[in-house]
């Protein structure tokens, strides 16, 4: 008798690799789906479980399945890749230091003078004084009667 | 971490009319105490992600210091900052 190659097995790795792949590359880019990986999530589960079951097919019925070899190795890696990421987005993700030492409510915040994009040394002290906040907008500033004030965003340089 | 020129790059493609600013030397960083030892690519040393709202005295008035490297403040979450009933700021348009 023909044996299957057992296609719902291999559905299921393939669906598990592309839920971990699409993660960094598709899904980060919208907070809905990057501040916790809900879909990723969903997506690996329902690749696990397909292929967990063509696996157990294989070994259950070798004389109608493919796969007992292939998807032994083939399982390992993908639980191994799946593993890794689960690890990077619940522990490594959240390896930040504490920060106690930073400006807290209430606190005055530190003057500083860096270089914006454009080679020009920018001080907070003039941020704060001149007539935009966080968009250009000449309608805010002491003159206007208006209370302006500074967003500051600390990022890790390429994300 | 990226240089002024890669900071300009990025503002005019992405049309940002805030400005960028450049800590090289993680000055600010370590001063403001949001060092992130080897967390950047090449294990140098960058900022911890983290958001402040100062107000026109130089006062702070929220900070949002993540728990989690991948999870950043949202445009509403710092907005509803401005609007806190404590707050008496202007918020943005």
Do not use: C
Not at chain 1, 60 to 80: C, F, H, M, N, W
Not at chain 2, 13 to 22: D, N, Q
């Amino acid at each position: 008798m023909k044996r299957s190659w057992n296609p719902r097995m291999w559905i299921g790795f393939v669906l598990s690799v592309a839920a971990l792949v699409s993660y960094p590359t598709v899904f980060v880019r919208y907070p809905i789906t990057r501040d916790f990986p809900w879909l990723t999530l969903v997506l690996i589960a329902l690749g696990l479980f397909l292929a967990a079951s063509g696996v157990a097919l294989a070994f259950r019925r070798p004389e109608a399945y493919r796969g007992k070899i292939s998807g032994s190795i083939v399982g390992a890696l993908t639980v191994l890749l799946v593993g890794f990421f689960l690890f990077e987005i619940f522990f490594v993700s959240r390896q930040i230091p504490a920060s106690h030492g930073a400006p807290q409510v209430g606190e005055t915040a530190p003057d500083f003078m860096l270089p914006d994009s454009k080679g020009n040394d920018v001080t907070l002290s003039s941020l704060l004084n001149s007539s935009f906040s966080t968009d250009d907008q000449p309608e805010t500033g002491p003159a206007s009667g208006k209370t302006a004030a500074v967003v500051l965003v600390f990022y890790r340089g390429y994300w | 971490m990226d240089t002024p020129e890669q900071s300009e790059h990025l503002r005019a493609t992405a049309g940002y009319t805030f400005p960028i600013l450049s800590d090289a030397q993680d000055e600010v960083i370590r001063r403001w105490d949001l060092v992130h030892p080897h967390g950047g690519v090449d294990g140098a040393d960058v900022a911890r992600p983290a958001e402040f709202l100062i107000d026109a005295s130089g006062k702070v008035r929220w900070v949002n210091l993540t728990a989690d490297i991948r999870v950043r403040a949202r445009p509403e979450q710092v907005l509803q900052a401005f609007d806190a009933p404590s707050m008496s700021i202007q918020r943005p348009e």
